[in-house]
């Protein structure tokens, strides 16, 4: 079976351990990411009525809640792994629940999401195009798709991959160019309405930054081997040593789609 996650369980992903490491290196959203998020999201999709949002490969949830509270609708977050649901952030205001399924097999009916939320998940997903389409089938028409990832070409720029060098590789192999995903969802369904690339805080200083990346709770570092991780470790400690205390910031952009009628895609 294909997995949310898109790494199989040599990866460790459904380890409870994972999982608490995972949801240590992402404690929830910081005040500033919160406020940077809302705004980003609220000014994404117009103020329209909205019933259920679904936050698809969810992973810990540090996204399902907020989604119900800025939209005031039910959140449904999905993903494969029932140890990170199980490391899930506290529910919010609005009504949440949690369902253990895969990305291409949604347990939803057809038509009954609002809005959808891919965060971070893009390229984890073994087949895009087929978790795509069923997003397609169960996000009404008119409705709306929104895709939080970085793209091949902001690699480069993100905090620790080129210390890195293997797991670089890796993301360059899995991570989308931007108008290839723009095609990827063109051919589920859904057209592009807008974009937006965000600096996003990875960590308030460098010494944080570090102490993320010593988790080891990223993809990409999961699958390089332990020498190669040890390595690049090393020398991202040494920079981040040299670096001036301020936050450190990744570029992420903010792809939003819109579903079409359906006999017209």
């Known amino acids: 079976m294909r997995a949310v996650t898109g790494i199989d369980d040599a990866h460790g992903w459904h380890d409870a351990s994972v999982a608490r490491a995972y949801a240590r290196a992402r404690t929830g959203l910081s005040e500033t990411m919160r406020a940077q998020w809302v705004e980003a999201f609220r000014a994404a999709i117009p103020e329209v009525p909205t019933a259920r949002v679904l936050d698809l490969g969810c992973g810990t949830a540090r996204f399902t809640a907020l989604l ?29 629940r949690f369902i ?35 997003v397609a089938r169960v996000v009404k ?5 929104l895709i939080r990832t970085p793209t091949r070409d ?5 905090c620790f991959t080129s210390f890195f060098p293997d797991a670089l590789r890796i993301d360059e192999a899995r991570l989308p160019a ?39 709770a990223f993809s990409s570092l999961r699958m390089i081997s332990d020498k190669a991780f040890a390595e690049g470790l090393a020398a991202y400690e040494a920079a981040c040593r040299a670096a001036p205390p301020e936050p450190v910031v990744d570029p992420i952009g903010l792809f939003t789609f819109r579903r079409v009628t359906r006999g017209s895609d």
């Open 68 to 96: 119900g509270e800025i939209f005031g609708a039910v959140s449904i977050g999905i993903d494969r792994s029932p140890a990170m649901l199980a490391e899930r952030s506290p529910g919010g205001r609005t009504p949440t």
């Open 178 to 216: 931007w108008d290839d995903l723009i095609a990827r969802c063109a051919s589920a369904g859904f057209v592009a309405t807008g974009y937006r690339e965000l600096l996003q805080e990875f960590a308030p200083t460098p010494a944080d930054a570090c102490a993320k990346v010593r988790t080891r």
């Open 100 to 134: 253990a399924a895969e990305a291409d097999a949604i347990p939803l009916a057809h038509g009954c999401i609002d809005i959808a939320l891919l965060s971070m998940v893009v390229h984890l997903l073994p087949d895009l195009g087929t978790a795509l389409r069923d």
């Open 154 to 158: 902001m690699l480069p720029r993100v």
């Open 141 to 145: 028409d008119g409705g709306w798709l």
